[in-house]
Nanobody
Framework: EVQLVESGGETVQAGGSLKLSCAASGYPASLYFWGWFRQAPGKEREGVAA????????YHADSVKGRFTISRDNAKNLLYLQMNSLKPEDTATYYCAARPPSSGSWYDPLTYNYWGQGTQVTVSS
């Protein structure tokens, strides 16, 4: 059974940085497609970044390009989201997700099979 556990969320001031981590267990992580999503109160869950670890491809939403970076340590089964130049609009619960490589947009949460419990990121102005 796949298990995902996020950590690293906290309250930071605008312009600051955070690094989120997602610890995975239960399967060969290198075979999976990984994503970070976020959901703010009253809003839909949106894709932030994703990575296909087998080929090293990465994807980032336009709203975070140049500020956020997804990466992975396959040996440790850890997925990361480095977030720089944080803005108040980045405030949300951030989720780690995984799925087998398949068709479907990387940013569509409906295509992901496994989810963590989320970690709260609050950016104060």
């Amino acid at each position: 059974e796949v298990q995902l556990v996020e950590s690293g969320g906290e309250t930071v001031q605008a312009g600051g940085s955070l690094k989120l981590s997602c610890a995975a267990s239960g399967y060969p992580a290198s075979l999976y497609f990984w994503g970070w999503f976020r959901q703010a109160p009253g809003k839909e869950r949106e894709g932030v970044a994703a990575m296909y670890t087998r080929v090293g491809s990465t994807y980032h939403a336009d709203s975070v390009k140049g500020r956020f970076t997804i990466s992975r340590d396959n040996a440790k089964n850890l997925l990361y989201l480095q977030m720089n130049s944080l803005k108040p609009e980045d405030t949300a619960t951030y989720y780690c997700a995984a799925r087998p490589p398949s068709s479907g947009s990387w940013y569509d949460p409906l295509t992901y099979n496994y989810w963590g419990q989320g970690t709260q990121v609050t950016v104060s102005s």
